[in-house]
């Protein structure tokens, strides 16, 4: 279930900047940026003199999406209610669809054209003058593109964007851990009911920056909480999600990132009885173990005696993650709860002993 759009990015006021969002916004009174992070969207259009042209690129389309409602939104409050929208696939018409542009609406004074660009490549390039040529007041354009390769962002038709005076483009890069949670906090903001801190770091993990996820479970939690000032505690979370499966599976990862194998066994024990797939909890510790392996992760507190802070051989962790995934879609081997079981015993120590 969908829900409204999501904030674009986190908090700038109490988080670090993201590695990628190294370019400060101009003063609005003065000439439009050439190019925005994500967050500063909203004070963009806020300004006294907001571009009239906006190229919106970025992998998760999600938020992509929610940026170029953002702009819908702007242009709604300045009087421009109609919108037409263009797919752009391989196949599209360009010459038919800027003439169509250039005549106009004939029931409208104003209308805001948006490009969801599908395809990419040397026609764009030349088509960029035209389509910025045919920006008017009366006449914004928005075109979103799902693509933050570096052939996309060096292509002529990028550099189009870039170099005109009244156009702006807005990088929607993903978040990384730490700034998801940020992420999360500020998008459960308007649940009808404030969420508790343990209900608040379970959605964090169960939606794993899955921008999708977070807003499908967001909506629901909006559709079925009956508003109050109380607190949603993570049990009611659970039941208002009614994923007790997959949930549980992130509270399973989290005992064994920390080193704690008996609540690991324990919590292993009661997925195989409420009858989880177990691949499912193998691809969730797969995807957590991958972001807490990679330099850019998070790391673990310091004195955590945990999987990571003691990890010995990553490269020797994630071959067996491997092997048991490879044994799991074959059929071969140990049957799957076992094999998960041998797994953890062979990661963390037995209780009272130190090491992995």
């Not at 279930?1 to 993201?18: C, I, T």
């Not at 009244?166 to 929607?172: F, G, K, L």
């Not at 020797?316 to 879609?329: H, Q, Y």
């Amino acid at each position: 279930m969908s829900s409204g759009p999501l904030p674009l990015g986190y908090d700038e006021r109490v988080d670090a900047p993201h590695r990628h969002d190294r370019q400060a916004p101009r003063p609005a009174s003065g000439p439009p940026p050439v190019k925005v992070p994500a967050p500063t969207l909203p004070r963009l259009l806020a300004g006294t003199s907001p571009p009239l042209a906006y190229l919106l690129v970025g992998s998760e389309v999600p938020r992509v999406l929610d940026g170029a409602e953002l702009v819908r939104a702007h242009f709604r409050a300045h009087g421009i209610v109609e919108r037409e929208l263009a797919v752009a696939d391989r196949g599209f018409d360009w010459e038919a669809w800027l003439a169509a542009r250039a005549n106009g609406s004939l029931f409208a004074a104003a209308r805001l054209s948006e490009v969801r660009l599908l395809e990419s490549g040397a026609p764009l390039g030349r088509l960029a003058p035209r389509l910025l040529a045919s920006v008017t007041e009366a006449s914004p354009l928005v075109v979103t593109a799902f693509s933050l390769e570096k052939t996309f962002r060096t292509s002529a038709f990028y550099r189009h964007w870039e170099e005109a005076g009244h156009a702006v483009v807005v990088e929607i890069w993903p978040l990384r851990p730490r700034e998801w949670t940020a992420y999360v906090a500020r998008a459960a903001r308007d649940l009808p009911r404030p969420l508790a801190p343990e209900a608040l770091a379970l959605l964090t993990r169960a939606s794993e920056d899955n921008v999708q996820a977070l807003r499908d479970a967001l909506g629901r939690l909006r559709l079925l909480t009956a508003p109050g000032t109380e607190p949603l505690s993570r049990e009611e979370v659970v039941t208002l999600l009614d994923d007790e499966p997959r949930l549980g599976a992130f509270d399973f990862v989290e005992a064994v990132l920390a080193g704690d194998l008996r609540t690991a066994l324990r919590r292993l024990a009661v997925l195989e009885r409420l009858g989880t797939e177990p691949l499912l909890v193998l691809g969730a510790l797969t995807h957590r173990l991958r972001a807490e392996f990679l330099p850019t992760g998070p790391r673990p507190p310091p004195g955590r005696r945990g999987l990571v802070s003691s990890a010995g051989d990553p490269a020797r962790r994630w071959r067996d993650l491997v092997r048991l995934d490879r044994a799991f879609k074959t059929g071969r081997g140990l049957p799957p709860w076992r094999a998960l079981e041998n797994l953890v015993r062979a990661w963390l120590p037995p209780p009272g002993r130190s090491g992995v």
